[in-house]
């Protein structure tokens, strides 16, 4: 017999993104500043007669998987046929996140678009491959051989995606004879989804591409300062965004504050952004409203095994570590779960002590704390004060790591405040104590 | 104000046995996949293995150990292939920093500078943190097992910088710091002063990381042109570093002022011992030659070079460096006392015991040393080793 501590311990998984309709989902727009990707991505997709091309943002980890599925059912209740793909990390996953050009990634929705269209014609995508196919047969040491009408076209696709993902030594040669040809591959991809959207099944008049994970892909700056983020989605956008359909990309936090960023905006609209649910208000007081949420998200977890189980007597010891647990997580999802399985670790029954949820706060901290440079807590210092951030690479480089965490509300003129605060657990520290005490506005 | 929930003032100390127990807790309770991180040095990593095997009778439990660098990187290939011969309920992963000290030596070949190879530059990603990074959909789909990471403090900061969404899914880690004071507190007298060393040894914890933080700030600030100050404040930091048990970072500090004035000799000697407290003992005796390029009869350098070459198993080799430590001090106890263990090692008993009571005449307390010394274990097995110790 399994014991309810055992069981819950396990429901608290940082592992799964939830499925539309999960009962463990916990609607927590209101405190992420009313982001509601439905409304923001989704309706914009439904009600729009151009294509559009989208980027979704926000915090590893925040839930912006979870939120993708829920667009997905949206979308598809609403008359979308959508191709949603992991790009990166799933058993075929089809990027090397390390080392990306924007035509990995055009290869990706051609594969993953051959893949899921079956009934349209891949005569246009079959051409545009036969011409590349001695070359690569020679790079790849296998024997290509695409028929005039080849049915299988997408595995050979899937093919060059994976070595180039798979094999650096190639990958350079690959891209050198197939990324001078990517703009036949876009117009050849766009023929082929003329096809397809003939052929959508009957209900569905959009075609939609929805590209997650790609905010995996580590940022790595050159010796001139710039990203290959800002490679992938500015210098190349033209060809992101060049094809026929509904596009979504998910981004890192970090680029949406690119030294660039009224190019990006130029370029793809405002991106959405999902911000951390706001436990604490601007001027440093819990917010209880977020709090609730995040009780909420606990709660969740714990009902199915323990039914009415109180969490200020039952799981925890005092109402006071509800609380610090809340804020502590700064209002991250993810964080919240990992709190709490670090804690539940350091006791042998419920409810969790004191001393056991500082230890896992302590144990967390200390993470966060390591992760931050020397010459970074005087950034922090600032932003602590400020509220606010700049557009440079060490602020990136904090978002990116979730040092810096992004607030989102509306004010009582209704106007949408963004704020930034240093991650709660850091504040705390030594280090950033002494950075405070020697900030020179 | 809400981050005074998150301040306490009376300090957490880390007590090693709850943090064992808390480790035991989330094996016991993990069903299917998990990850967890232990940091931990090698010897300690070996018994906290040994001791969960006979607290946890109840889950089948095996070990992957890397002895050298994982070629292609594929961690997750190797954990697929252990788990599909021997699948277990918990697999412990130990090794991974070959993969990583193999990278930084790359890079340094290729002519990086040291601040470059450092894990917080993050100009490229080593392979086996691109693979936990990017396979980590796989480890959960495809393993039923708890693994368990048990690493070098170092290794947890490349994990948090280049393999971030991976380690994003821990469910827990833990923390088992070196024992306290491994170095002889008279190496440290010897390398700081005793004046130096007390002031800092006598700080807190939170005092000593705000210590740390704020000779960063001098760094920064000072001209470059101010190098004796430069080179004496990182000197001080690596002290703070060491004793706040973070060595790597301490031997970080070494390399910043060497390549300032590699002609200080002391920080070669210093970073010779951090790295032999660190177990990196070939680096270790490449800084100690750097040390006698400087000054050839320094007696201490020449001991210590032997120890990591013992530590080697090159006892011929850390023989003949005790001998150039006694040639320049020869009432060099501990040169003599290691001189014997080198020659118990190799089994070379008579050697041993005429040295034994040599190193004795010098300092009685190598007799209770010898007693219980791992090094004489074989050598305790002879009669004569008894005559001369006592009873």
Known sequence: ?441 | MTTNLLDWDEELERNPEEEYQALLRALRRTEGFGLLFVECSVDKGEQIIQRVRQDLTAKAIDTLKFTEAIEDGNVYQRIRQTLAKNPVNILFIQGLEHSLLDYEDTKRHLGWSEEDIQPHSWRDVPRIMLNLNQQRENFRDSFSACLVFLVPQFVVKYLIHRAPDFFDWRSGSFEFPRDDNQLDEDILRLCFGDERFDANQQLSHQQRAAKIIELQVLLDELRPTAEEKTVDLLYEQSLLFYLQNEYEEAVTCCRRSLEITPQERKVWFWQGVLLGALGRYEEAIASYDKAIEFKPDDHEVWWGRGISLAALGRYEEAIASYDKAIEFKPDHGFAWYNKVCCFSLMKQFDQSLELLEKAIQLDAKYREMAKTDEDFAALREDGRFWEIVGE
């Not at chain 1, 989704?42 to 091309?53: A, K, L, Q």
């Not at chain 1, 990958?171 to 990517?182: A, D, F, Q, S």
């Not at chain 1, 703009?183 to 590209?211: C, M, R, W, Y």
Request: aromatic share 8%.
């Open chain 1, 1 to 441: 017999m399994v014991d309810a501590l055992t069981q819950i311990y396990n429901a608290i998984n940082p592992f799964e993104p939830l499925e539309p309709d999960n009962p463990l989902y916990v609607d927590c727009n209101a405190e992420r500043g009313d982001t509601d990707i439905i409304l923001g991505l989704g309706r914009e997709i439904v009600r729009s007669d151009r294509f559009t091309c989208q980027l979704f943002a926000g915090h590893r980890g925040a839930g912006k998987s979870t939120e993708l599925l829920r667009l997905r059912k949206y979308l598809e209740e609403n008359g979308c046929f959508v191709v949603y793909f992991a790009a990166v990390g799933e058993e075929d996953g089809d990027i090397d996140p390390q080392d990306v050009e924007y035509g990995d990634i055009l290869l990706a929705c051609a594969r993953h678009l051959l893949e899921k269209l079956t009934e349209a014609d891949p005569q246009p995508l079959v051409n545009w491959f036969r011409d590349r196919a001695i070359a690569l047969q020679e790079v790849m040491q296998t024997e290509i051989k695409v028929d005039s009408v080849d049915v299988g076209i997408a595995k050979w696709f899937a093919q060059v995606t994976a070595t180039i993902r798979a094999v650096p030594s190639q990958r350079r040669k690959i891209r050198e004879l197939v990324y001078p040809h990517t703009i036949t591959l876009v117009n050849a991809l766009n023929e082929f989804i003329a096809d397809a959207q003939h052929k959508l099944p009957s209900g569905k008049s959009k075609l939609v591409v929805i590209a997650d994970n790609l905010d995996r892909i580590v940022p790595i700056v050159d010796d001139q300062g710039r990203s290959n983020h800002d490679e992938i989605y500015l210098d190349r956008s033209e060809q992101l965004r060049g094809l026929d359909c509904h596009l979504i990309y998910t981004v890192p936090i970090s680029l949406v504050y690119s030294s660039r960023a009224n190019d990006l905006k130029d370029r793809y609209g405002n991106p959405e952004l999902l911000p951390m649910i706001m436990v604490q208000t601007p001027d440093g007081q819990s917010h209880a409203p977020g709090i609730h949420k995040m009780r909420q998200v606990v709660m969740k977890r714990v009902e199915p095994y323990w039914p009415n189980a109180s969490l200020e007597t039952d799981i925890f010891e005092s109402a006071d570590l509800v609380e610090m647990l809340c804020l502590a997580s700064g209002g991250h999802v993810r964080e919240l779960m990992l709190l709490l399985k670090e804690a539940i670790n350091r006791v042998s029954a419920f409810p969790i002590t004191a001393k056991a949820l500082r230890r896992a706060i302590a144990e967390t901290r200390d993470t966060y704390r390591r992760t931050v440079n020397r010459d970074q807590w005087a950034v922090l210092a600032k932003v602590a004060r400020v509220r606010n951030i700049d557009n440079d690479e060490p602020h990136r480089d904090l978002l990116f790591r979730r040092c810096i965490l992004e607030y989102r509300y509306y004010d009582d003129n209704d106007a949408l405040q963004c704020w930034y605060d240093v991650h709660p657990l850091l504040k705390s520290t030594a280090e950033f104590k002494a950075a405070d005490a020697t900030y020179k506005p």
